[in-house]
């Protein structure tokens, strides 16, 4: 098992940046790919990003791509999420979350998930 803790979410106005740190232990963090979703109130846990074990690959939501960014640091067993130009739409829970495969895309695909931290982005 893996245990996930984000931090670094926030207020920030719109065109703002934050950085969000997810935190693992527990088993060897590089056996996991690694993913960020979000879930705005009212609406269902959407994907955001993944990134392979190792770092090589990753993958973005289009809503989001050239504005955030997926890392990961495996000796420190981190995977961040740079958000940079924030829209109010950007505004949810954000929740990393660690799957067996190298990596996915996919929600049901991922076994172990964080508690979540508050992103809100006022207008």
């Known amino acids: 098992q893996v245990q996930l803790v984000e931090s670094g979410g926030g207020l920030v106005q719109t065109g703002g940046s934050l950085r969000l740190s997810c935190a693992a232990s527990g088993r060897t963090f590089s056996a996991y790919g690694m993913g960020w979703f979000r879930q705005a109130p009212g609406k269902e846990r959407e994907f955001v990003a993944a990134i392979s074990r190792i770092g090589k690959n990753t993958y973005y939501a289009d809503s989001v791509k050239g504005r955030f960014t997926i890392t990961r640091d495996n000796a420190k067993a981190t995977v961040y999420l740079q958000m940079n130009s924030l829209k109010p739409e950007d505004t949810a829970v954000y929740y990393c979350?660690?799957?067996?495969?190298?990596?996915?895309?996919?929600?049901?695909?991922?076994?172990?998930w964080g508690q979540g931290t508050q992103v809100t982005v006022s207008s």
């Open positions: 979350a660690a799957t067996t495969s190298n990596y996915d895309l996919a929600l049901r695909q991922y076994n172990y």
